[in-house]
């Protein structure tokens, strides 16, 4: 059964979607091969009308003009309809891989640096789109222009057409060659530039050390070395570029001058090779066509081997293995109506691998309306701790149960009505100042807005920027301690049950640190709060310490 999530699946639904324009890319890349192909047939009647000295209508001219407009906007529109048609399929693919992201447990974003992930949506996804703008359907283009060429060759002359069925092959081999020679210099080229731009904020960066050491010297010929580099390698890639050209007309004219000689012939040869002078200006028009498309076809079967290895990658993305389903069934009424306890770890057992437990047989249970402070070494799993209980990972044995549900089956939906999260660092996006605590969620009012910065104290400091809320982050310019309190605001907008701490107050001088505290002590009332930190039991009434790890 073919993978509803594997690259063809996920193309062949994109194809689906927009047939038509996939249709009308078919029929305008026939029409451009076809219409190539008649303005030479309709020459060869035109020379061989004035050959005999005669009258040459109108009609016959006009048809020959017209063909080539015809060809020339078919080739123009060929080209357009690859590259909207390409842009079609980045931007399913990229949606795609984007609600892949969603789907994804959170164990893939530790095991893998977020450098690589957007490489695989960004280049990976460009590769792919250049399989197609500039790959398998512009080869399949390329590929019957030059079939159907040498097989009207053949048509007006058997011996030419075997000539250019030898001729042909040995073309697109030394065309490969120079384009590999190419490519291996521009690669070579690239390298050398991008040690280039890692050198010079490389030195700049460590100027001082450099100085200090008396390195100057050293750094300088390493620049002249990576500069030379990459001018030895461009050098060969415009030799390569300037040679190939200059080979291809040669011999073209070769091939045009054997053809000539032997359409002359007397004999068997003659009867053979034998053309008419429309015929032969024809055919010379046609062997003119066929260098590009064999030039082509050797970057589009390059551009194919590059691609392999993004689909390849692009595969694997996708076939990921993806979080458990959610239970849409459950309500908000739920949560409230429970009688159970608010958090529950029940014979918990939890390991990042198959070697090291984090968790063997974790049991506690937090109260509604408790305070309960997670203390323990570093490593111990405080934070994972927090991460089962948002069900962002799943225990490998027992259960995680928040009001007698389980926490991974809970809808992200409802999750910010139950759990406030406060990070140890604020994680700033772009917008406005309100939207550093709403998070673009239209569920959340204005009102609720300022309530929450009116509770941690930050009102009145927001209202004296330029636009007040809705003044660009950018131009806020907050402190350490105002995006501390931002942090706690943007976890109380939503009302939410059960607040997070994730030990806020690391790194914090005192006067900083008492302001967070005070906030905080505000923002805990009538909540069930979990917290990690070293000081906070000093300063939230009625907490309880539960001892994680040994």
């Not at 949606?95 to 960004?122: D, Y």
């Not at 398998?136 to 075997?162: C, E, H, R, W």
């Not at 104290?457 to 982050?473: A, R, V």
Request: hydrophobic residues 45%; glycine residues 6%.
């Amino acid at each position: 059964m073919k993978n509803k999530n594997s690259l063809g699946s996920v193309l062949c639904n994109i194809i689906s979607a927009s047939k038509w324009m996939f249709l009308l890319t078919v029929i305008i890349i026939s029409g451009a091969i076809i219409t190539a192909l008649f303005p030479p047939l309709v020459l060869e009647r035109i020379v061989n009308r004035l050959t005999v000295q005669q009258y040459i209508p109108l009609y016959l001219a006009l048809t020959y003009f017209g063909l080539l407009v015809l060809s020339g906007l078919l080739e123009a529109g060929q080209n357009v309809m690859i590259t909207v048609f390409g842009q079609k399929v980045t931007h399913g693919l990229r949606s795609k891989m984007c609600a892949k992201l969603h789907r994804l447990p959170a164990a893939f974003f530790i095991q893998h640096e977020p450098g690589k992930i957007t490489s695989r949506i960004v280049n990976d996804v460009d590769v792919v789109d250049s399989l197609f703008t500039n790959g398998i359907i512009s080869m399949f283009a390329d590929a019957f222009k030059v079939l159907s060429i040498l097989a009207i060759i053949f048509y007006k002359s058997t011996g030419l057409g075997v000539l250019m069925l030898l001729v042909t092959p040995m073309l697109f081999v030394m065309t490969r060659i120079f384009q590999k020679r190419m490519l291996k210099a521009q690669l070579q080229n690239r390298i050398a530039v991008s040690k280039v731009n890692n050198h010079v904020p490389e030195t700049i960066r460590n100027i001082r050390m450099i100085r200090a050491l008396f390195r100057q010297k050293y750094m300088e010929e390493k620049y002249d070395d990576y500069i030379e580099e990459s001018y030895r390698a461009t050098d060969k890639s415009n030799l390569y570029d300037s040679i190939y050209s200059p080979i291809v007309i040669f011999i073209s004219s070769c091939v045009i001058a054997v053809m000539m000689i032997c359409a002359a012939a007397s004999g068997q040869v003659q009867q053979f090779f034998g053309i008419t002078v429309g015929t032969a200006v024809a055919i010379i028009a046609y062997v003119s066509k066929v260098f590009e498309p064999l030039e082509s076809i050797g970057m589009e079967i390059q551009n194919i081997q590059s691609a392999v290895a993004g689909v390849k990658r692009i595969n694997e993305f996708l076939q990921e293995p993806e979080r458990e389903e959610t239970d849409k069934s459950i309500t908000g009424k739920m949560f409230i109506q429970c009688t159970k306890p608010c958090i529950s770890f029940d014979h918990v057992g939890f390991r990042y691998d198959n070697e090291n437990a984090l968790f063997i047989d974790l049991c506690f249970t937090v109260e509604r309306g408790e305070s309960v402070t997670l203390v323990g070494r570093t490593g111990a799993g405080k934070s994972t701790i927090f991460r089962l209980l948002l069900g962002l990972y799943n225990p490998d044995e027992g259960r995680v149960l928040v009001n007698g549900v389980d926490a991974a089956k809970i809808p992200d939906s409802k999750k910010r009505r139950l759990f406030g999260y406060v990070e140890q660092s604020f994680h700033s996006i772009s917008g406005t100042v309100a939207d550093q605590i709403t998070l673009f969620d239209p569920s959340i009012s204005q009102k609720q807005v300022e309530d929450a910065a009116r509770l941690v104290g930050l009102h009145e400091s927001i209202l004296e920027l330029e636009d007040g809320y809705d003044t660009p982050m950018g131009k806020a310019a907050f402190s350490q301690g105002q995006l501390g309190l931002l942090s706690i605001a943007r976890a109380i907008a939503a009302s939410p049950e059960i607040l997070l701490l994730d030990e806020i107050t690391a790194n914090l001088d005192s006067d900083t640190e008492r302001r967070i505290l005070k906030a905080l002590d505000r923002a805990c009332q009538g909540r069930t709060v979990l917290s990690i930190s070293h000081r906070l039991h000093e300063h939230i009434h009625n907490q309880r310490l539960l001892q994680i790890g040994s």
